[in-house]
């Protein structure tokens, strides 16, 4: 798929800027046909470094691993990546004047509002544009129909991953998930071993423990109960499923049904994305 990045250009208004003004006066485009969803054999990713500036969304229920696969393709494809989640969880640290509103919203599991979700971005993208970023995977947004017009109607989104895992692996991921109080680390406790059954195949995901230094500083996220976990997968499949519906329809979405854990994921994910293997070791070790 040929990048495209006609807001970048110089002669374009920042995005952010872009971002905000059309916030209030977004409507729905009726008129467009719909196309045919992508395989993995329509994919055509430039492979040049200076061809990067690559603008994708990562789609998938809370806790799917959207940050984990994001930040590895950002590191390979050399753009940022924005989680929607990490801007939230930034301003409830900040104690800033959105705090308290957001963390009641939370720790009940459910969505940050439109307005909220915006804002955040908006200030991010505006950063970002300061140090002269270009290009972006976002993680986390839009995971509305009204997010997705707004996106669509400002930027020329390339591609949309839908990842996909099954909920009772999911419900168990979220539920092990770990974080360092001291170095902020991330770690998942969770050992995950489905049989296969009725023609289903089975999974294992394998924990992802911390080093010892940090075993003994492990905490649980506050909204990282099942009740909670629940819910917010009951949110998202109520509000989010439209969203890849929005993006089948244009021939944006590419369905990954993730096998496994990282290390039976991430090669059939780059191999899905038409990117080498190779080339992601010679990145890791440089």
């Not at 959207?66 to 930040?71: E, L």
């Not at 955040?120 to 995977?137: D, Q, V, W, Y």
């Not at 991921?173 to 071993?193: F, M, T």
């Not at 439209?242 to 993006?247: I, L, T």
Request: aromatic letters at 4%; one cysteine or more; glycine letters at 8%.
């Amino acid at each position: 798929m040929a990048v495209v990045n006609r807001l970048l250009r110089s002669t374009a208004p920042p995005l952010s800027s872009i971002l905000s003004r059309t916030f209030s006066s977004i409507t729905s485009d009726t008129d467009r046909g719909p196309l045919s969803p992508l395989s993995h054999s329509s994919l055509h990713i430039r492979r040049d470094p200076k061809d990067r500036n690559v603008q994708w969304v990562f789609l998938g229920c809370p806790g799917v691993g959207k940050g984990t696969y994001a930040s590895r393709l950002t590191a390979l494809l050399g753009v940022p990546h924005i989680a929607t989640g990490d801007l939230v969880r930034e301003e409830l640290a900040s104690s800033g004047p959105l705090a308290s509103q957001l963390s009641e919203i939370v720790n009940q599991g459910k969505l940050v509002s439109d307005e909220i979700i915006i804002n955040l971005l908006s200030k991010r993208l505006e950063a970002g544009e300061s140090k002269g970023e270009t290009g972006f995977i976002l993680d986390g947004f839009p995971r509305t129909i009204r997010q997705a017009e707004i996106l669509e109607d400002v930027t020329d989104i390339d591609l949309v991953v839908n990842l996909k895992l099954n909920e009772e692996a999911l419900l168990t991921k979220c539920l092990g998930r770990r974080i360092c109080s001291e170095c902020g680390g991330n770690y998942n406790v969770a050992c995950i071993d489905i049989k296969g059954e009725n023609g289903s195949p089975g999974m294992y995901m394998a924990p992802l423990l911390p080093p010892p230094h940090c075993a003994s500083k492990l905490i649980t996220r506050s909204d990282d109960t099942e009740a909670v976990v629940k819910e917010r997968l009951r949110v998202y499949n109520e509000m989010s499923l439209p969203v890849e519906d929005f993006y089948r329809s244009r021939g944006k979405l590419l369905e990954f049904d993730l096998p496994g854990g990282i290390p039976e994921s991430w090669p059939k994910l780059l191999q899905a994305l038409n990117l080498d293997y190779h080339e992601d070791k010679q990145s890791a070790a440089a």
